[in-house]
């Protein structure tokens, strides 16, 4: 029996350990697209003002970007430089390079320029990704002085194993050939114009390599990027939500990143306590489902924020500056939370009390005042 209790123990304290593991690589993982997010906006960016707001379709004039941006493009025989590469010990095919430099004269001096050197053999769907890649090493380079020229390593072909410069530089190419707004428009027009069901995948991204004329190898990755975007983009709208929800119930924008503490550890003990993510999200925010229309959109936004205070979680546990029973929370939101555990949880003022680390007599305090109006 003590054996079998001990093997209980563990499994318990491992799949503890498990949870805070999976929560901690969801909350790198949505850190890690908002670097999506910032290449894409940067490549919009630059479309906008090449464009200068007029609108633009796909697919993308990425040679006249490039002219805007002050480069030339250069087709030519890449024989002596294969050679160089080899002689350099790299084990794959060069297919562009870029050549920057900085003008020394006339109105423009100090601006960058340069030349994008490209293979004689690349298809034409290649060029215009090899292009936007070399853009992105220009729009993505250290903002230091760069003298009066600078050569770029050749950019490898499809398959090699690069450096981060590189899959930055394909990221850049990415929100550059196939910006959000317009994979979304396209997305939309493609289901809408569609009557079979399920839509076939690889019909789509056929038609999207097509519509954005980028290598079929590259339409794939782009679309998977997308899809970080739209996490990222989810994140800043959750955190929209949420700064709503508590200006709603009068707390101050000094008084948020506080509030948000308290909704991240109860959450966490919540669901350590085996409340699901939807239980959660009913207990703490849920509001009028039953026959609302908007009902699933109300679901996914408080998804949503219990996804981002999962981050914030993970956040105060790296400080390591939790439970502080000291801590002082804004008493609107105290009283909020308490009334809903104690409502729709069922918790008990010692439950409440574990679940926030609120201190116990401020706990009974408010139960007292809801007995109160309710013998009222």
Excluded at 89 to 98: D, F, K, M, T
Aim: net charge negative; hydrophobic share 40%; glycine share 4%.
């Amino acid at each position: 029996m003590a054996l079998n209790n001990n093997l209980s123990e563990l499994r318990q304290a491992a799949a503890a350990e498990l949870i805070v593991s999976s929560k901690k690589l969801h909350s790198d993982y949505r850190k890690y697209t908002e670097i999506v997010k910032d290449i894409y906006d940067w490549a919009k960016a630059i479309l906008d003002s090449v464009f200068s707001g007029q609108k633009y379709s796909l697919p993308i004039d990425v040679r006249t970007v490039a002219a805007q941006l002050g480069f030339t493009i250069s087709v030519e025989d890449f024989s002596e430089v294969e050679k160089q590469y080899f002689n350099d010990g790299h084990e794959s095919l060069p297919i562009a390079q870029l050549k920057m430099r900085q003008k020394l004269f006339g109105m423009d001096s100090d601006k960058i320029c340069g030349t994008i050197h490209l293979a004689n053999y690349l298809s034409e769907n290649s060029i215009r990704f090899s292009i936007a890649h070399e853009l992105g090493h220009f729009a993505l380079r250290e903002h230091n002085p760069i003298g009066s020229s600078l050569v770029l390593e050749a950019c490898p072909g499809l398959y090699p194993m690069v450096e981060s410069d590189e899959m930055l530089a394909d990221l850049f190419a990415y929100a550059l050939l196939l910006p959000y707004d317009l994979f979304e428009a396209e997305r939309k027009e493609y289901e809408n114009d569609r009557t079979h069901w399920p839509l076939d995948y690889t019909e789509w991204i056929e038609y999207i390599r097509d519509k954005a004329q980028m290598p079929e190898y590259y339409a794939v990755l782009a679309c998977q990027e997308i899809k970080k975007y739209n996490i990222s983009e989810r994140r800043i709208f959750a955190e929209q939500i949420l700064n709503e929800r508590l200006h709603s119930l009068g707390i101050s924008k000094e008084e948020q990143s506080v509030a948000r503490e308290l909704y991240a550890i109860t959450i966490n003990n919540l669901e350590s306590w085996g409340f699901s993510r939807e239980q959660v999200a009913d207990i703490l925010f849920g509001e009028n489902k039953g026959g609302n229309e908007d009902s699933k959109e109300y679901v996914k936004e408080n998804s949503a924020i219990i996804a981002i205070m999962h981050d914030l979680y993970m956040d105060i546990k790296s400080r390591k500056i939790f439970p502080d029973l000291k801590k002082e929370y804004p008493p609107e939101l105290t009283k909020h939370i308490i009334r809903r555990l104690n409502k729709l949880a069922d918790l008990s003022a010692n439950g409440i009390c574990e679940v926030t680390t609120l201190p116990l007599n401020n706990v009974k305090d408010v139960l007292a005042c809801i007995d109160d109006i309710n013998m009222q």
